[in-house]
């Protein structure tokens, strides 16, 4: 088993949907959750960080993470085009991040 | 701008013919770091280092060298390329932004091993 999963997609929705992407992990030692954002041809960008449990918000996205059920999910509200991506979730205990493979995105216009 | 850069972007070589991907940041991080990227396994760690002269093993190491003479760069090696090193690589470097822990990608080297 890894120690994140997460379902590969692609996921497509419509312009100005909301998007729910997420990930399951085993280590209950991880602290900090992340999210990226892989535009194609490019490296991954960090989007939203999070410590420990609970919500953050940043503009359109919101970040997630329930450490009880191991959780943790990232929303996109009035979904645009230019989201279109790939969507890694990475989780940390040290200086060591562990990835998810990567949600493709694909918003339509 | 505060970057990662990586050379050479995209690489086809053969069996054996060793080569090296160079990385180098401009913003002074200590801690840097080599990911490889495969379809249904993410990003996985290959090597990373703490600071210069300072390096250690991540996950898949098997196949790879580094180094770290100098602050800013951090070249992966492979001494001897194996078809299953055909992969895309990332250089990290990470450094605290806002008072978080941020890792900072290159754009990336798309190496085929034929």
């Known amino acids: ?33 992340m999210w990226y954002r ?56 040290s200086y060591k991040l562990i990835f998810g493979s990567g949600t493709r995105l694909l918003v339509r216009p | 701008e505060a970057q990662v850069t990586q050379n050479p972007r995209y690489l086809i070589t053969v069996t054996g013919k060793k080569l090296t991907v160079t990385c180098s940041q401009n913003m002074n991080h200590e801690y840097m770091s080599w990911y490889r990227q495969d379809p249904g396994l993410g990003l996985r760690q290959i090597y990373y280092s703490m600071n210069v002269e300072v390096t250690d093993k991540g996950d898949v190491p098997e196949g790879y060298k580094v180094s770290r003479k100098e602050k800013r760069n951090f ?28 890792q900072y990608f290159g754009p990336g080297t798309r190496l085929t091993v034929l």
């Open chain 1, 38 to 93: 892989q535009y194609s041809r490019k490296g991954p960008e960090l989007l939203m960080y999070t410590y420990s449990s609970g919500n953050k918000e940043d503009g359109r996205f919101t970040a997630q993470v329930d450490k009880s059920s191991k959780y943790i999910s990232l929303f996109i509200r009035d979904s645009q085009p230019s989201d279109s991506a790939t969507y890694l979730c990475a989780m940390d205990s």
């Open chain 1, 1 to 33: 088993q890894k120690e994140v999963e997460q379902d590969p997609g692609p996921l497509s929705v419509p312009e100005g949907a909301i998007v729910s992407l997420n990930c399951t992990y085993s280590n209950s030692a991880f602290q900090y959750f």
């Open chain 2, 75 to 102: 070249p992966l090696i492979l001494e001897s390329p194996s078809p299953n090193q055909t992969s895309l690589y990332f250089c990290a470097s990470t450094g605290t932004s806002g008072g978080t822990d941020t």
